[in-house]
């Protein structure tokens, strides 16, 4: 007893370093569940032995009040999935997640992080809503700031929701609900062309993680050329996800606060000339697939129905197949575990998928089965193990 109080201060310290804020340091595996598919892909339809974390997508604010208010309809959906989740073997975190890329209204997001009684009401319902149905955790999707002044708001949002979600678990006693976002591959970057970088110190302190969206790089708004959508590597240019990755890291949020994103689709396009097939080649028009989108299972049946040639591309991480004029990049199950390769081998905390309905058979979902679970954790942890060990065997 005495010698497990002398080291009572130093695991508890050994503790903290490894776990952060308090939080366990553990991989997440995580995935979105798109929520429109639901008469087709119930929430008992997921294999929960492959995920940590699945996201709810998605709810929006109301366009004027910003409450988050489902329909009943909505609400039964909500509590059916967290419920068939929690009772799942093994139980995955649900987070509820708000945005997405089909957002109709462009400004609604920029006209509630404007004003404090608007991000207040949006935090109060979405924490509400988020704990009536049984939630573990809130997710931000908002595609995307625009300027320098909407990076500012998004910034005081994140810091009000997490003082929000304190004091509710102060008043409650319940754990405080996760807070996360999914956010551009690359922290800063120029559109229109109007310059505009994430509150890298706010995304860091008050986010249990964040996620880049490290795909859709090419697509049907340019269709001069075929493109690997979502490469980890590109020798020409910085659009790419082991840049994007790196920016984050360097612009100061932390690697094991970094969750990669990995798409279950691929983007198409009609080649120029059939027989100039590269990543790059002439294009000229999307190919198969509305927009020139086919999730991973319809690519898959694509390539077998035609016989399409398929390559690996090692350069790029990325994996393409054509067949006459159509030509289609993504990812397959060898690009994705090398992919998570590269986020264990730089201290990512782990990676997500969009979307959980697109895979086929769970090929793709399960490549991290072989990786993840290996993560290095931060060498205090091991520490903390032993030491923990060494008391029992006294
Ligand atoms: C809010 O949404 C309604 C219904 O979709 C629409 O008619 C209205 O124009 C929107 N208001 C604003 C301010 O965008
Ligand atoms: C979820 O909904 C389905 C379909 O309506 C139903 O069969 C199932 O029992 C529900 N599960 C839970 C946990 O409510
Ligand atoms: C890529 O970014 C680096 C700085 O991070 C810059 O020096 C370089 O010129 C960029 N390369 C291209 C092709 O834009
Ligand atoms: C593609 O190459 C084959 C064999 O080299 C040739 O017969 C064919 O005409 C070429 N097709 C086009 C569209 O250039």
Avoid at 273 to 286: L, S
């Amino acid at each position: 007893m005495a010698t497990f109080l002398l080291l009572l201060p130093l695991l508890a310290s050994l503790a903290a370093a490894a776990g952060g804020q308090g939080h366990s340091p553990s991989p997440i595996k995580a995935a979105y569940y798109p929520s429109w598919a639901s008469e087709t892909f119930p929430p008992a339809a997921i294999d929960t032995t492959l995920f940590t974390h699945v996201y709810y997508a998605f709810l929006l604010p109301n366009n004027l009040t910003f409450l988050i208010q489902p329909s009943s309809d909505t609400s039964s959906l909500l509590r059916n999935f967290t419920a068939t989740l929690r009772r799942a073997s093994p139980p995955p975190k649900t987070l509820l997640s708000f945005g997405g890329g089909a957002v109709a209204d462009p400004t609604l997001f920029p006209r509630m992080v404007s004003r404090q009684d608007y991000r207040q009401a949006f935090i109060r319902s979405a924490i509400e809503v988020g704990r009536a149905h049984d939630f573990d955790g809130l997710d931000l999707d908002w595609e995307f700031p625009k300027t320098e002044t909407e990076m500012k708001h998004l910034a005081q949002l994140l810091r009000e929701w997490r003082r929000e979600i304190r004091i509710e678990a102060r008043e409650t006693g319940r754990a405080p609900l996760l807070l996360t976002a999914a956010v551009y591959f690359n922290p800063e970057f120029n559109w229109d062309p109007v310059y505009r970088k994430y509150p890298v110190r706010s995304v860091a302190r008050h986010l249990d993680w964040a996620s880049p969206m490290c795909f859709d790089y090419r697509g049907a708004w340019d269709t001069s050329a075929t493109g690997a959508h979502a490469l980890l590597y590109d020798p020409n240019s910085n659009i790419s996800t082991s840049y994007g990755l790196r920016s984050w890291i360097q612009a100061g949020v932390p690697s094991h606060k970094l969750v990669m994103g990995l798409p279950l689709y691929g983007r198409t396009w009609q080649l120029k000339d059939p027989n100039v097939t590269w990543i790059g080649a002439p294009a000229v028009a999307t190919g198969p697939g509305d927009l020139g989108v086919l999730n991973f299972k319809e690519l898959e049946d694509f390539n077998a129905k035609n016989g399409a040639t398929v390559v690996y591309d090692h350069t790029t991480v990325s994996t393409y197949s054509y067949v006459g004029s159509s030509w289609i990049g993504y990812d397959d199950a060898k690009s994705i575990s090398t992919k998570i390769g590269f986020a264990k081998d730089h201290g990512l905390r782990g990676y997500f998928f969009w979307a959980l309905s697109f895979d086929s058979e769970w090929k793709i979902s399960k490549q991290g089965e072989f990786g993840f679970h290996l993560i290095n954790l931060p060498k205090t942890r091991k520490v903390t193990i032993s030491f923990v060990f060494f008391y029992f065997l006294l």
